[in-house]
């Protein structure tokens, strides 16, 4: 289907390493990654758009995006932690940095027979 619109493409699966390389590298045309658990979104805001994330590699300098960061750290009440960093997401994506092609939503838990926040009452086990 991409090849009658002129996409020709080749999926490669790699180790870690490999990855690493590459993408410090800049050698690929399109990357896909994921977080498989982002308890804070500086996790992610941070690894990927801040100079010292571990996943920049020099690949964006947002001053905008990086003093909002900053501000979200420093911010203690959720609802404008969460509008800050959604500012975040809107500015990295207009600037065309980043594409959000999906967001899985999955529940994990262990521990104890109910975590902390965990509403069991909502799950089915059927």
Request: overall charge negative; charged content about 25%.
């Amino acid at each position: 289907m991409l090849k009658q619109v002129g996409v020709d493409w080749q999926v490669e699966f790699l180790d870690s390493a490999a990855i690493s390389d590459r993408i410090k590298n800049v050698e690929y045309d399109f990357a896909g990654g994921g977080w498989t658990w982002i308890w804070d979104p500086d996790l992610m805001a941070t690894g990927l758009f801040m100079p010292e994330g571990g996943f920049n590699y020099g690949r964006s300098n947002n001053k905008e995006a990086q003093e909002l960061i900053l501000k979200g750290r420093a911010e203690v009440d959720l609802r404008k932690r969460q509008k800050i960093y959604q500012e975040v997401e809107r500015l990295i994506y207009e600037n065309h940095e980043d594409a959000w092609l999906w967001w899985n939503v999955s529940v994990s838990a262990s521990g104890s027979p109910t975590p902390c926040g965990l509403k069991t009452e909502s799950i089915k086990t059927s």
